[in-house]
Nanobody, 125 residues
Framework: QVLLVESGGGLVQAGGSVRLSCVPSGRTFSSNAMGWFRQAPGKEREFVAAIGWDGGSTRYADSVKGRATISRDNAKKTVYLQMNSLKPEDTAVYYC??????????????????WGKGTQVTVSS
């Protein structure tokens, strides 16, 4: 069974930072685009950031641009999402997802075939 396992969430004060990690289990996604999405209570899942299969391209939602950095370390088989200057509206469950082979990354969740179970990030004001 292929899983993506997220970690690094928790309770953070507004203005603080969090670094989320995503590690696959069952296979490697070193040639796949990877993405982060989030879902707040009562809201639809939304795109946060994506990184291309070779790390050469990144994309960000306007809501996190300038505050988020997505990166990958294929040697460690890990994808990261660094979020700074956190706001209460960043509170959500954050999901890691694996996308298409040799892709630059997409903002559409339909382009991702594997998903983790998510990690909760709660930002207190």
């Amino acid at each position: 069974q292929v899983l993506l396992v997220e970690s690094g969430g928790g309770l953070v004060q507004a203005g603080g930072s969090v670094r989320l990690s995503c590690v696959p289990s069952g296979r490697t996604f070193s040639s796949n685009a990877m993405g982060w999405f989030r879902q707040a209570p009562g809201k639809e899942r939304e795109f946060v950031a994506a990184i291309g299969w070779d790390g050469g391209s990144t994309r960000y939602a306007d809501s996190v641009k300038g505050r988020a950095t997505i990166s990958r370390d294929n040697a460690k088989k890990t994808v990261y999402l660094q979020m700074n200057s956190l706001k209460p509206e960043d509170t959500a469950v954050y999901y890691c997802a694996a996308g298409k082979l040799f892709s630059a990354g997409s903002t559409r969740d339909s382009e991702y075939g594997y998903w983790g179970k998510g990690t909760q990030v709660t930002v207190s004001s």
